[in-house]
Each structure stands twice: as C-alpha cells, then as structure tokens.
C-alpha cells in the first residue's frame, strides 16, 4: 500500500513539474532549433559538397570506358542490356558505375530540395 501512495505522489509531482515547465520547454525548443538549423545548413551543403565530388568522379570514369570503347554510355546500356556485349566485367563495371551515377544524382537533388 505505501508503495502505491508514492507512486501516485510521483506521478502528481510529475505531472505539476511538466504543466509548470511547458512554456519553458518550447523556449527551448525554439532556441535549439535556432542553434541547430545553421548546423544542419552546414552539414547539408558539405554533403551537397561531397556528392558532387563523387558525381565528377564517376563521371570521370565513364568517360573513360566511353573514350575506351568507343561508345557513349546510351549506346553502352542498349547494347549491354540486349546481351550483345556479353558477361565481361568491364561491362559490370560500367554498368555499375552508370547505376552508382543515378543514386548521386537522386541524392544530390534531394539535398538541393532541403536547402
């Protein structure tokens, strides 16, 4: 039975603290959302930062496949993708690196969005 009691009186005092601490738990919320949002600005345009490295340097490297096959990367999927280029892993590689691409790009232009 006690135990019930200052259980009861931990949930009152609880309650009373949390009514009493509502205004000053949204000024905290605000004040953190000002400190944070530059923060995540930041970290958002070195990603942004980051994933356009990353395109150049696939895009790099498929320029590189093209000039050594010959081929631009449209001709290069038509053909890979009707099996007349066969298994060679330079295909896979390129392949790969045209999918790899496509992902950069897509989360590129989602980080562009947030900003």
Known sequence: MPA??????????????????????ILMSVIASEEV???????????????????RLTDAEIKDFERKHGMDSNEFLGAFEDGVLGD??????????LRG???IE??????KMVL
């Open 4 to 25: 019930v009691l200052l259980s009861d009186k931990l949930n009152r005092t609880f309650q009373n603290s949390y009514i009493e601490s509502a205004p000053l738990s």
């Open 101 to 103: 691409r496509t992902a």
């Open 88 to 97: 060679a892993q330079d295909s896979f590689e390129w392949w790969g690196l």
């Open 37 to 55: 949002d530059p923060i995540i600005r930041r970290s958002l345009q070195r990603e942004i930062g980051l994933l356009e490295m990353k395109k």
């Open 106 to 111: 897509d989360e590129l232009r989602k980080a």
